[in-house]
């Protein structure tokens, strides 16, 4: 089949249009929104709360290693290989303080956009099942699954995401199941993609998310 004639990818066709084309650049952003949202609002709640909580027990070690080697590595004094190397030897106690989770949200993204995808995974994977509040695990288990899909694991960036659905408390939930529906087309399964699609339009249809998600329904049907 020539190249003219070959159907275009979604990614194509949602390109061609300007809103279109905002919706495919807007889910590069998800990373930088996590960290925001989570850095600015929910993180700030959290170390409140930490204050009268036991997580107080930490806010040493955390700011050694915060002020330590976590500001060399934004310096480039200390490389994205040994930074992922002296958070995994901290205390599991320590990695999985509340307050050290902003911490961990910002050193992800950092080494996201160094290309370090590898270390930004060895970092988040340590925290990621271990949080039992659900914001703070949604929020990590959100960028996991961004950085899993940039190592071209997509069952793992479906598993993180799959695991939020899980939880009591679902945070962003017609983004999660976008997202889901976008990693299904990813892997060619269509009938779990249009479920989390169909559930998004009928579960919110007030959300920003339905849109795109009819712009994927819309494709499906073609």
Same mark, same amino acid.
């Given at each position: 089949?020539?190249? !003219?004639?070959?159907?275009?990818? $979604?990614?194509?066709?949602?390109?061609?249009?300007?809103?279109?084309?905002?919706? @495919?650049? @807007?889910?590069?952003?998800?990373? /930088?929104?996590?960290?925001?949202?989570?850095?600015?609002?929910?993180?700030?709640?959290?170390?409140?709360?930490? %204050?009268? +909580?036991?997580?107080?027990?930490?806010?040493?070690?955390? @700011?050694?290693?915060?002020?330590?080697?976590?500001?060399?590595?934004?310096?480039?004094?200390?490389?994205?290989?040994? $930074?992922?190397?002296?958070?995994?030897?901290?205390?599991?106690?320590?990695?999985? /303080?509340?307050?050290?989770?902003?911490?961990? &949200?910002?050193?992800?993204?950092?080494?996201?956009?160094?290309? =370090?995808?590898?270390?930004?995974?060895?970092?988040? +994977?340590?925290?990621?099942?271990?949080?039992?509040?659900?914001?703070?695990?949604?929020?990590?288990?959100? %960028?996991?699954?961004?950085? &899993?899909?940039?190592?071209?694991?997509?069952?793992? !960036?479906?598993?993180?995401?799959?695991?939020?659905?899980? %939880?009591?408390?679902?945070? $962003?939930? !017609?983004?999660? =199941?976008?997202? &889901?529906?976008?990693?299904? $087309?990813?892997?060619?399964?269509?009938?779990?993609? %249009?479920?989390?699609?169909?559930?998004?339009?009928?579960?919110?249809?007030?959300?920003?998310?339905?849109?795109? !998600?009819?712009?994927?329904?819309?494709?499906?049907?073609?």
């Amino acid at each position: 089949m020539s190249e !003219a004639t070959q159907t275009p990818s $979604l990614e194509q066709t949602l390109n061609k249009t300007d809103f279109g084309h905002t919706i @495919y650049e @807007y889910r590069k952003m998800l990373m /930088a929104l996590i960290v925001v949202l989570f850095v600015g609002v929910v993180g700030w709640f959290l170390w409140k709360n930490s %204050q009268e +909580s036991a997580a107080l027990n930490h806010s040493e070690e955390v @700011y050694g290693f915060q002020s330590g080697v976590w500001t060399e590595a934004k310096e480039g004094k200390v490389a994205p290989a040994d $930074l992922a190397k002296a958070f995994a030897g901290l205390p599991e106690k320590i990695q999985t /303080a509340p307050i050290m989770v902003p911490v961990v &949200l910002e050193m992800s993204k950092f080494l996201y956009d160094k290309n =370090s995808f590898e270390e930004a995974e060895m970092i988040l +994977s340590k925290v990621d099942g271990s949080l039992k509040h659900p914001v703070t695990a949604s929020f990590v288990a959100m %960028q996991r699954a961004v950085v &899993l899909e940039k190592l071209g694991n997509v069952d793992g !960036a479906i598993a993180s995401l799959e695991g939020i659905n899980k %939880q009591k408390e679902v945070l $962003l939930p !017609a983004k999660i =199941s976008v997202e &889901l529906g976008r990693l299904y $087309l990813k892997k060619g399964e269509k009938g779990k993609a %249009q479920t989390q699609f169909e559930n998004v339009v009928n579960t919110y249809p007030n959300d920003d998310q339905a849109r795109v !998600a009819k712009l994927y329904l819309a494709q499906l049907a073609q």
